[in-house]
T-cell receptor
Framework: ETGVTQSPTHLIKTRGQQVTLRCSSQSGHNTVSWYQQALGQGPQFIFQYYREEENGRGNFPPRFSGLQFPNYSSELNVNALELDDSALYLC?????????????FGPGTRLLVL | RKEVEQDPGPFNVPEGATVAFNCTYSNSASQSFFWYRQDCRKEPKLLMSVYSSGNEDGRFTAQLNRASQYISLLIRDSKLSDSATYLCAVNKRGSQGNLIFGKGTKLSVKP
């Protein structure tokens, strides 16, 4: 196992609600990246946090926001949920930010928006 | 054109077969390359990084062709347990480390 944990494992919300997903990175890792994986697709990069700062963002609207804490754990917040937000949300941790640093994924949170 | 493209398959092969997947990428600034394995309803797990000189890990061999902008994964002596979706991922210089994934190639190994 990678040592990356996520909670909750499953979540059901209704359109317009807000959700917070949590991730604890692998011990010694200081960077957390979040991805969204819709059914039948590869994961899509949402954003990355390094030393409590956003360190890169993909093509997602501002209603997707995040935080990183001093212990390197992280949260992903999604406001005004839409049906298309239904997906597997993955966090990945790595040692430092940057291109060559291998990312290890947590088990994901499966979000269903009704 | 998508940044990373893979044949979605499925590839249905008998046990013991050799199977190869290709993954093409469009951005020549891509710098690091990976193969991940993803089982149904699970997270992607790193299978191997792909180095310029090619690399091997047991039955798995990965190759990189920068000139033609593709990476490949060869699986020899396929096992039933190799059945999964194989995702290729690339990231590019200056991208802050975010991975760009293909949609994945589904492999089904039959007895």
């Amino acid at each position: 196992e990678t040592g990356v944990t996520q909670s909750p494992t499953h979540l059901i919300k209704t359109r317009g609600q807000q959700v917070t997903l949590r991730c604890s990175s692998q011990s010694g890792h200081n960077t957390v990246s979040w991805y969204q994986q819709a059914l039948g697709q590869g994961p899509q990069f949402i954003f990355q946090y390094y030393r409590e700062e956003e360190n890169g963002r993909g093509n997602f609207p501002p209603r997707f926001s995040g935080l990183q804490f001093p212990n390197y754990s992280s949260e992903l917040n999604v406001n005004a949920l839409e049906l298309d937000d239904s997906a597997l949300y993955l966090c990945a941790s790595s040692l430092v930010a940057g291109v060559e640093k291998t990312q290890y994924f947590g088990p994901g949170t499966r979000l269903l928006v009704l | 054109r998508k940044e990373v493209e893979q044949d979605p398959g499925p590839f249905n092969v008998p046990e013991g077969a050799t199977v190869a997947f290709n993954c093409t990428y469009s951005n020549s600034a891509s710098q690091s390359f990976f193969w991940y394995r993803q089982d149904c309803r699970k997270e992607p797990k790193l299978l191997m990084s792909v180095y310029s000189s090619g690399n091997e890990d047991g039955r798995f061999t990965a190759q990189l062709n920068r000139a033609s902008q593709y990476i490949s994964l060869l699986i020899r002596d396929s096992k039933l347990s190799d059945s999964a979706t194989y995702l290729c991922a690339v990231n590019k210089r200056g991208s802050q480390g975010n991975l760009i994934f293909g949609k994945g190639t589904k492999l089904s190994v039959k007895p």
